[in-house]
């Protein structure tokens, strides 16, 4: 690996076939880059991260990643050995299940594809370094959870909760290993280079780059975003604060095709104190309950599966029970943990109940969790700790086929920037990281084998231009809490149009992470106002019936001429 820093020159080196350009540095892109190299010996790839390189959403995730793998030790690195016993689970089950999450908008195909490719990104993982959570005397049977909405025990974790971390530990080390990889720390991309070649579509040929106050432009034979999702987008979010939407910006500015951009899951347990730290779905998975201020476990009344119902439907479940607790007279039950809260806060607050598993289970099973919340002063292993639905996850994204190809030649897309399909209006647990893995894998094959070229879709055109003449200027905190307010866990029609006309009077400003952000916000207000029935992740609290069929994805680019500008 070649580590450049905000200073200095990217030069392919003699006698490589290609250069590939790969913007974004969690497990997708991570993933993207080695798999290129694996491929091909003589690519040279320019790993862009706009911090440093191991700060990414990867890094924050707890949970695990999902696949359906044998249970089995690799003896050697190549040879696996199955060990006793079986998962009683099958990728069939696991199909099933993101479909189920899906709400009827996932691509069946892009989720085989997913499920079917699971065991196989998991002995990659392996033989790059990663080491997974055991169980058993001989440690040769993989530990596997079980999340919301997984009828089996699927989910692969690392130090117990923290499996994010761990990724991106053994992943950048093999970056590291790579001289082949030159990667770009502190690096703000800014627009995705163009060139139409006469009587063609424009080509992204490079990325032009922000480092040390100094823009310069980098050409590639191809380009990768992989920038993860935008959860700056809500004042609550359990993304770091990097997580601005600049793949999809991007992506919308060179003519690219987005989809499916009203889908944004809010998880329903980050620790509700600055910063939303998250509590992993998998404690849940273990036996922890939700309850409100009562004490009183209320999840059975909104769902049949209760605590370990989908994510949206735990989001808008505490949304729902918070309002209706805000109409009615205060009670407290015998059994409360907080019936003596001296302030009515704490009335208008949901709770996460761990104490049940034990402070012994908790420090082992997870003990990443165990230190955040003390650190924030709770014991968990004996009192409830405050919890609040924050923005997650975004499904929607830029439209690709099944190896990351855009709409725009030359341009791929993967991780939580694209929308592959596999989703849907709802992410099932621990998907995410299983995606990055397959199809980040899949994109490097497309791209040194030369398969076909850019795929067609069909696409609304949109003017977002139109808002060139806004004049108010506007913080991020306000872009934050507007959306919120009007186009977070619950929607109304009336809420998607104030917010739509207060961002069009939004004037963009200096900082370019923001105006990402406001662009990605017309973009999704613009894709809820036109889906006007309840679906999945997408929730209207004015049109509470969801239709028995949904309305499919829908698709936009960019209206104006000049993509290039």
Not at 499 to 510: I, P, Q, T
Not at 524 to 534: F, N
């Amino acid at each position: 690996m070649t580590r450049t820093g905000t200073r200095g020159t990217t030069v392919p080196s003699v006698g490589r076939a290609r250069r590939i350009v790969v913007v974004g540095a969690g497990i997708a892109g991570l993933q993207t880059a080695l798999v290129l190299r694996q491929l091909d010996a003589r690519c040279a790839v320019v790993l862009v991260s706009k911090v440093v390189l191991a700060e990414s959403n990867t890094r924050y995730a707890q949970g695990g990643i999902a696949a359906v793998v044998p249970r089995v030790a690799e003896t050697d690195g190549r040879h696996p050995r199955r060990a006793d016993g079986d998962t009683g689970d099958s990728v069939a089950a696991h199909i099933a299940d993101t479909l189920a999450a899906g709400a009827g908008v996932s691509d069946p195909s892009a989720v085989s594809v997913l499920c079917h490719g699971a065991a196989d990104g998991i002995r990659a993982l392996r033989r790059a370094g990663v080491v997974f959570d055991t169980v058993g005397d001989t440690g040769t049977s993989l530990a596997l959870g079980r999340e919301a909405a997984h009828s089996a025990a699927r989910i692969l974790h690392l130090g117990g909760d923290a499996t994010g971390a761990g990724l991106v530990d053994a992943l950048t080390a093999a970056v590291g290993r790579d001289d082949g990889i030159e990667v770009l720390e502190n690096t703000f991309v800014s627009r995705v280079l163009l060139s139409t070649p006469t009587g063609s579509v424009p080509l992204a040929v490079g990325v032009r780059v922000l480092a040390a106050g100094r823009l310069r432009d980098i050409t590639a034979d191809a380009v990768v975003l992989a920038t993860g999702g935008a959860g700056q987008l809500f004042a609550s979010t359990t993304n770091p604060v990097i997580a601005t939407g600049d793949g999809v910006a991007l992506a919308w500015r060179a003519g690219a095709v987005v989809a499916d951009l009203e889908f944004f899951q809010f998880h329903p347990t980050s620790l509700d104190v600055p910063g939303n730290p998250l509590i992993s779905e998998a404690v849940r998975g273990e036996g922890a309950r939700l309850v409100d201020a009562d004490g009183r476990a209320f999840m059975a009344d909104y769902h049949p599966d209760g605590d370990l119902a989908p994510r949206d439907v735990v989001s808008r479940s505490i949304a729902r029970h918070l309002a209706l607790r805000a109409s009615e007279p205060a009670t407290h039950s015998a059994n409360s943990s907080v019936a003596d809260a001296p302030d009515h806060s704490s009335r208008n607050r949901v709770y996460l109940d761990a104490t049940a598993l034990g402070e012994e289970f908790l420090t082992r099973r997870f003990p990443s969790l165990t230190e955040l919340t003390a650190r924030y002063g709770f014991d968990w292993s004996s009192e409830i700790i405050p919890v609040v639905p924050a923005a997650h996850y975004w499904m929607g994204g830029v439209r690709t086929d099944a190896d990351g190809q855009t709409s725009v030649p030359g341009l791929f897309a993967v991780g939580e920037v694209a929308r592959t399909g596999v989703h849907g209006a709802n992410r099932l647990a621990s998907n995410s990281l299983l995606e990055g893995v397959v199809f980040g894998a899949r994109c490097a094959a497309a791209i040194v084998h030369g398969r076909a070229g850019a795929p067609s879709f069909d696409a609304e055109p949109v003017d977002l231009d139109s808002h060139r003449a806004a004049s108010y200027a506007f913080s991020r905190r306000d872009l934050q809490d507007l959306m919120s307010d009007h186009a977070g866990v619950l929607r109304t029609g009336a809420g998607l149009d104030l917010a739509r006309k207060h961002l069009a009077s939004y004037r963009a400003g200096a900082d370019p992470e923001t105006d990402n952000l406001l662009l990605c916000a017309r973009l999704l207000v613009h894709a809820a106002t036109q889906r006007t029935a309840s679906c999945g992740a997408h929730y209207r609290a004015d049109q509470t019936e969801t239709a028995p069929r949904p309305a499919p994805g829908r698709s936009y680019v960019r209206a104006a001429e000049g993509a290039t500008e």
